[in-house]
C-alpha cells in the first residue's frame, strides 16, 4: 500500500507543472497604480520582475482623449535592467492611463495598463 501512495503522490509531482516565473511582470510603479498625486510626475518608473529587452518593450501615457504624454521614448534604466522610465510632458489636471508591453529578456512577452490621478480627483 505504501509503495502504491509513494508512487501516486511521485507521479503527482512529476506531472504538475512548475511554477512559470519566465515573465516580466508589473512589480509596481511610481506614481503607483491608482495613485493620486498632487502635481505633474516628470517621470513614471516601472518595475518588472525580469530584466526587460528594451528594443522591445514600450510604455505609453495617455490623457482621457487618448493623446499621448510621453515626452520621448520610454528607456530602460542602465543600472536596474527590470526598471523601465518614461518622461513625460507637463500633465494637467486629470486621469492618465499607463499602457505597457514588456518583452523579457528570455523571449516572454506580457502587456498591461493601469491608471492613475494627478491633482484632486
Known sequence: MRLITASVAL???LIAP????????LDHADPAVGSTVPNSPGVIHLWFTQ?????????NVTDKSGAAMND????????????FD???????PGTYTVKW???????H???G???FHVGKV
Not at 512548475?18 to 511582470?25: D, E, I, K, T, Y
Not at 508591453?101 to 523571449?107: F, G, I, Q, Y
Open 86 to 92: 518614461v518622461k513625460l510632458k507637463p500633465l494637467p
Open 113 to 115: 495598463d493601469f491608471k
Open 109 to 111: 512577452t506580457t502587456e
Open 51 to 59: 530584466q526587460l529587452e528594451p528594443a522591445f518593450s514600450w510604455v
Open 72 to 83: 520621448g521614448p520610454a528607456a530602460v534604466d542602465p543600472s536596474n535592467q527590470s526598471e
Open 11 to 13: 507521479a503527482a509531482l
Open 18 to 25: 512548475a511554477v512559470v516565473r519566465a515573465h516580466a511582470f
Open 101 to 107: 508591453h514588456a518583452l523579457s529578456v528570455d523571449t
